[in-house]
């Protein structure tokens, strides 16, 4: 009978939501803008002009000018070119060392296991904008600081997901049956694992890339994380809070972005599973 | 036919899945007092007549045609207005009953909370009422245990006094004796014959010719969701008058032909007096066996002995705790393969099987036609390729799963019930297949099985394992 079970004749669930594909639309709209954006502009985020302050938009300034003259349009490009690049770095820096030792800890087992499985409690048990706090607190302002303090509080979750996925799938036969057909490592990893890890992975990903973007504004909402004049979300609302009477477009603007930003994330990520 | 006696009438049952027929239209009916069997390979649509009465359909499938219960038409109702006579009036005994169970709750409370609040008795009379149940399946003592601490045959029992507190006169049982061996299939089938002599009803579905012959009472053949063959149990059993009853019963192992004997040639595998541990457990002592190239041996036994954990030592996968084997010298690294019970569980799963069997060709530097010549001639057509393994039924897996063991060139295959979830037609052929293409290539086979009359039929010699 070529029909093993009769539920499987129904119609699958697509698994690529409405939802899905708008929030991969904006990120890609949005990684177009961060790349291409500064160069297409050619205008000086940091560029000062104390005649044409608190401008609203106009043709020379699209989006107006902040406090110091400088072109509002500049500045939130160059930030996203910033909060992007840092989110992709932590992301890409926690999901490799994470998934490799989540492997690595299923794999042997043992006091690997146990060694690797107390470690990461141990960076779970510290909130995670702490760590980063005190790492800021090392090198003032430095972005490289965020960056570190953002992948070693990121890390854990690709760790503990992959460890937990990893030690079913090595339980069964099919693994078995390829390390007796005489399969190495390598090949159990590239078809059995990552196919099994890969989209959860991926959606934790969306959601680490999401918490490194706001972590980032927050730090700088609060000043110990990135400095003025570099164009930073966060550190932009708080340079433009005192002239929201008088312009209040503006502070609006690097909010907007930040939403749209996380939002688009989330959105990318799909449901998450448990 | 005493019309008053007639439990279950259905008249032109048909199943859909859309527009898609999926079962029917079957016409028939139960008394009090007898049995009805239900045959038919798996995908036969046996289930779905069960559900189709319950009103327990999966989502998508509907039913049509008329349907009494006790006198009364129940076709129309939804599920919700069924479920009032579930329990009291029709119980089911679930396929694998173990799994039924709730893994948490302790034997005493599954039965006690179906006499409390199924037939609705006060809690004392309940009580009263499950140490009974626990008397007469001489089940006293597993009281307190829980679904995990009970053997196969207990857990049955004890999903069977569930199912019948409430006193249902109609039982159905989805393939009772799935996955049993033969000492606890027995158990179930002597509970199951006790049904109708206390003048209730039972409805059996199930592939298996034997426990048919036991239950006896009326039979449906069903092939395809189209009813083949129907009449008195022994009557059709022993003169089958459609080809596929008599494939059917032909299927059985009782029916085989004994697989002839061929010329045994050096000793591959030399096991002597090994022990074999899981955790604490010590599930074999001295066991010894030598085994020689063209050889087929089978290792039968009942469930939880400690075959599978034997097939590991024999592969080198785990060391026994006492005791040695020796290789051969000329047997590679990849010279033992093993099959496996569940076939969709032995390839990667989120790959082709194309992708598979490619990767394994490419390691062992066989050619592609080569491979696709053990599929042809497995009868495996090559499109099924383009799937992955939970979209093939579980007979073409296994098929393939032997394509990629031959392509390991094995001196030795282990096959781990290979058989044992697939229907007897499938069982049947895919053991012949495995003992023509093991006496082509020299490669001897050890199989595991319950299944002692497989074991006698099937294999040059068998050890049996208590």
């Known amino acids: ?274 | 036919m005493n019309k008053a006696n007639i439990v279950i009438a259905a008249q032109d049952l048909v199943v859909f899945a859309g527009t898609n027929k999926l079962l029917g239209p079957i016409t028939f009916s139960l008394e009090k007092g007898n049995t009805l069997v239900i045959m038919g390979e798996t995908g036969a649509g046996k289930s779905l007549l069960a559900q189709a009465i319950l009103g327990t359909l999966p989502k998508g499938l509907t039913a049509e045609g008329i349907v009494h219960l006790n006198g009364e038409r129940i076709d129309q109702l939804t599920t919700q207005q069924r479920s009032s006579f579930w329990g009291r009036e029709v119980a089911i005994l679930p396929q694998e009953p173990w799994r039924a169970l709730d893994p948490l709750m302790r034997a005493h409370s599954q039965v006690h909370e179906s006499h409390r609040y199924v037939a609705g008795l006060s809690a004392k009379a309940a009580k009263q009422a499950t140490t009974n149940d626990f008397q007469t399946l001489e089940l006293s003592g597993a009281e307190k245990r829980l679904p995990n601490a009970l053997s196969g045959g207990m857990a049955q029992r004890v999903a069977f006094a569930a199912a019948t507190a409430a006193d249902a006169q109609i039982l159905i049982a989805d393939e009772p004796t799935k996955g049993l061996d033969a000492d606890r299939s027995n158990t179930v089938i002597d509970l199951l014959t006790n049904v109708p002599r206390k003048n209730g009803a039972l409805l059996a579905i199930t592939h298996e010719a034997h426990v048919a012959r036991r239950l006896g009472g009326d039979v449906l053949v069903l092939k395809s969701g189209n009813l083949i063959e129907s009449g008195n149990t022994q009557q059709v059993l022993e003169q089958p008058s459609a080809d596929y009853t008599q494939q059917l019963l032909a299927a059985e192992p009782k029916a085989w032909p004994s697989t002839p004997a061929v010329a045994v040639g050096a000793v591959l595998l030399d096991v002597k007096n090994i022990s074999v541990n899981r955790g604490n457990r010590t599930l074999l002592e001295g066991f010894s066996l030598l085994l020689r190239e063209n050889e087929r041996v089978a290792i039968a036994g009942p469930s939880g002995v400690g075959k599978t954990s034997l097939l590991d030592v024999l592969s080198g996968l785990i060391r026994p705790s006492a005791g040695k084997v020796t290789r051969s010298e000329r047997l590679g690294t990849t010279a033992i393969q093993k099959l496996y019970q569940d076939p969709p569980a032995a390839f990667p799963s989120h790959i082709t099987l194309g992708k598979s069997l490619r990767d394994v060709a490419r390691l062992h530097g066989e050619k592609w036609s080569t491979v696709l010549g053990y599929l042809s001639r497995l009868g495996i057509n090559e499109a099924l390729l383009n799937r992955r393994p939970d979209a093939v039924s579980g007979g073409e897996l296994q098929r393939i799963s032997i394509a990629r063991a031959l392509t390991a060139k094995p001196a030795i295959l282990l096959a781990d019930e290979p058989t044992s979830r697939l229907d007897p037609i499938t069982q049947r052929e895919t053991l012949s297949m495995i003992a023509d293409i093991a006496a082509d290539k020299a490669i001897a086979v050890v199989l595991v099985t319950h299944d002692l009359v497989i074991a006698e039929k099937w294999a040059d010699r068998s050890i049996k394992l208590s």
């Open chain 1, 1 to 274: 009978m070529n029909n093993p079970s009769i539920l499987t004749s129904l119609p699958a669930e697509s698994t690529l939501s409405i939802s899905r594909v708008i929030g991969f639309i904006l990120l890609l709209g949005l990684a177009v803008c961060a790349i291409m954006g500064p160069a297409l502009i050619g205008m000086d985020p940091a560029k000062q002009s104390l005649m044409d302050t608190l401008q609203p938009p106009s043709a020379t300034h699209w989006l107006g000018t902040d406090h110091l003259g400088r072109d509002m349009l500049a500045r939130l490009l160059s930030g996203a070119q910033l909060s992007l690049s840092l989110a992709a770095l932590s992301v890409i820096t926690a999901a490799i060392p994470g998934t490799a030792l989540g492997i690595a800890a299923a794999w042997r087992g043992g006091w690997t296991d146990r060694i690797l499985t107390l470690f990461a409690d141990a960076v779970l048990a510290l909130p995670g904008l702490l760590l980063v706090l005190m790492l800021a607190a090392i090198s003032p302002g430095s972005w490289w600081a965020l960056y570190a303090g953002l992948s070693l509080t990121l890390w854990v979750e690709y760790f503990r997901y992959t460890r937990q996925r990893v030690r079913v799938v090595l339980a069964e036969p099919s693994v078995e049956a390829s390390r007796l057909l005489g399969f190495g490592a390598m090949h159990i990893v590239r078809r059995h694992l990552l196919p099994e890890i890969g989209p959860g992975l991926l959606t934790i990903a969306a959601f680490g890339a999401a918490t490194s973007v706001t972590g980032v504004a927050a730090l700088g909402f609060v000043s110990v994380g990135i400095r003025p004049p570099t164009a930073e979300w966060g550190v932009m609302m708080t340079e433009l809070l005192p002239y929201w009477r008088e312009a209040s477009f503006l502070i609006f603007q690097p909010v907007i972005c930040l939403v749209i930003t996380v939002l688009a994330l989330h959105l990318s990520a799909g449901e998450r599973k448990p």
